[in-house]
């Protein structure tokens, strides 16, 4: 077992990049506790996929009170019987994809709240990034088969990646690991599984944006 040198990991990516599937793995395996979000209980999420221009800022803002909300209660006090905490988002999440759905004015004004309730919650001690291109995110989202999903397309995907690395570059004193993951099946094969743990939790990562190609 590797010596686990975090107590709070987060792993984040596009949709459909795999990171709920390997947070579950990884809270197994290592006996951590294990954060999800809870995205499919969202009322506004298929109106807003068939209806952007009237939903992303409802939308957006249910996101935000309910992923402040669980965090704070699931980060309030350590879990005395895990090694660890992972979880397969974090709050910065609500800010990247605002970023790309919302109107500039309407954006400014969702900014502002963020950052007003930003500060009150712990930070995650390391970023993961599950990198894919977006034509193979489009392959695992219609695999999984969400109806309200298929009016997904390339272009927003390339918008949310977009988002995800603006706010990386606006945050340099963070440690981000960017593992580039489309070659791998971490499902499926264990070996790529056990490249990208031992990438996350043997390699020492600075602060800064690091980059990890398979």
């Keep these: 077992m590797a010596e686990i040198r975090y107590n709070y990991i987060v792993i984040e990516g596009n949709i459909g990049a795999g990171k709920t599937t390997l947070a579950s793995m990884i809270a197994k395996e290592y006996n951590a506790k294990l954060i999800l979000e809870r995205f499919a209980d969202n009322p506004f999420l298929p109106k807003f996929y068939s209806d952007p221009a009237r939903y992303s800022f409802p939308l957006e803002l249910s996101f935000l009170a ?3 909300r669980q965090l704070k209660e699931e980060l309030v006090e350590p879990d005395l019987f895990r090694s660890f905490t992972v979880a397969d988002y974090y709050f910065m999440k609500s800010l990247v994809f605002a970023s790309s759905t919302l109107e500039k004015d309407e954006f400014s ?13 712990p930070k995650p001690d390391l970023y993961v990034y599950l990198h894919v291109p977006p034509e193979r995110l489009l392959l695992n989202i219609a695999m999984r088969g969400r109806e309200y999903e298929k009016s997904i397309t390339a272009e927003y995907l390339s918008g949310i990646q977009e988002s995800y690395f603006n706010f990386f570059r606006q945050n340099p004193e963070n440690r981000y690991l960017i593992l580039e993951v489309n070659d791998l099946d971490f499902v499926m094969h264990p070996d790529d599984y056990r490249k990208v743990t031992d990438v996350i939790f043997n390699e020492v990562i600075e602060p800064g944006m690091n980059l990890r190609i398979f």
Excluded: V
């Excluded at 004004?109 to 919650?121: A, D, F, P, T, V």
């Design 66 to 68: 309910d992923r402040y």
């Design 109 to 121: 004004l969702y900014r502002q709240i963020y950052y007003i309730i930003y500060g009150s919650l």
